[in-house]
């Protein structure tokens, strides 16, 4: 993690609501919390800094952590399809902010995108409202890794 995705990641607000998820991304999560845990206690400041990071920012996030089995809605680490109004199509995996990497379609339940898509399910419609404007998308699927 760069220092400027550490400074945007401590940036984020974690919604106050529950954060709906499955139990393996649940697992996932808190198994990454151990992890900066025990790197917190390595002399590497830089690692040190990053573990500090990490688990500033998945803390929250477990603790607002509501399991639930697998459905038909999406949570965190639901993979969904999407259709624009415009034509265009999309496949998005939503994933928790320390987990994002925008080219293969992980985006964070926080941003704009993710945060319209958490709970929906195949064949709502949903208005994003991001920097770049609002967009009408219909989903076209919801499925579980």
Excluded: K
């Excluded at 199509?89 to 926080?110: C, H, W």
């Amino acid at each position: 993690m760069t220092r400027e995705t550490r400074s945007n990641v401590l940036s984020l607000e974690i919604p106050e609501r529950s954060i709906p998820m499955t139990v393996p991304v649940y697992v996932r999560l808190r198994n990454a919390l151990r992890a900066s845990e025990r790197q917190l206690e390595r002399r590497d400041p830089e690692t040190a800094r990053e573990a500090e990071t990490n688990a500033a920012v998945l803390r929250p996030i477990l603790e607002r952590a509501h399991v639930l089995p697998i459905g038909e809605r999406a949570v965190v680490g639901s993979r969904v399809r999407v259709r624009y109004d415009d034509g265009d199509s999309a496949r998005y995996e939503l994933v928790a902010p320390t987990e994002v990497d925008a080219e293969a379609g992980r985006i964070s339940f926080q941003s704009p995108i993710g945060a319209a898509l958490l709970g929906v399910r195949a064949g709502d419609r949903v208005e994003v409202v991001t920097p770049a404007g609002a967009r009408r998308l219909t989903v076209r699927s919801v499925y579980h890794a």
